[in-house]
């Protein structure tokens, strides 16, 4: 990460790299692999493909960590309960699964979406997707 919080894209090259390598070097964070050797115009494309894909994955780290940091707030019933309504869950069932009743989980639930700041189930649903908490 930059100094002023942008993400630095990474473009990874090698002359003849191998499958293996360029596996290794996306996974390691890179956005694009070059075959060395290339000329001004793949390199300048690559630039700009970078460029994009790099603000769209720090956009999207930076919601995470938001979505995470407001899951943070909430208790691990809480948390449990934004479980069970992200994977569409009613509030009977999320109550026989953690052994409490449906007017309990609905104290959870009200609890849950004033702390996380969620106005409806929707927002808190989008909030648990981007803070990993369901898949």
Avoid at 11 to 30: H, K, M, Y
Avoid at 56 to 79: C, W
Wanted: with cysteine; aromatic share 2%.
């Amino acid at each position: 990460m930059a100094e002023n919080g942008n993400w630095l894209p990474i473009i990874a090259f090698a002359e003849n790299p191998s499958t293996d390598q360029i596996v290794r070097a996306i996974l390691a964070g890179a956005v694009d692999y070059l075959t060395w050797p290339c000329d001004a115009a793949q390199v300048v494309g690559a630039l700009i493909g970078a460029e994009s894909t790099g603000a769209a994955l720090g956009s999207l780290k930076l919601r995470e960590a938001r979505a995470r940091s407001r899951v943070q707030r909430l208790t691990r019933r809480e948390r449990e309960v934004l479980a069970g309504v992200a994977v569409g869950m009613s509030n009977r069932l999320i109550g026989e699964q953690l052994d409490i009743s449906p007017r309990t989980v609905e104290i959870h639930r009200a609890n849950m979406l004033t702390k996380i700041g969620a106005q409806h189930t929707s927002e808190a649903i989008r909030i648990a997707i981007e803070a990993s908490l369901v898949a």
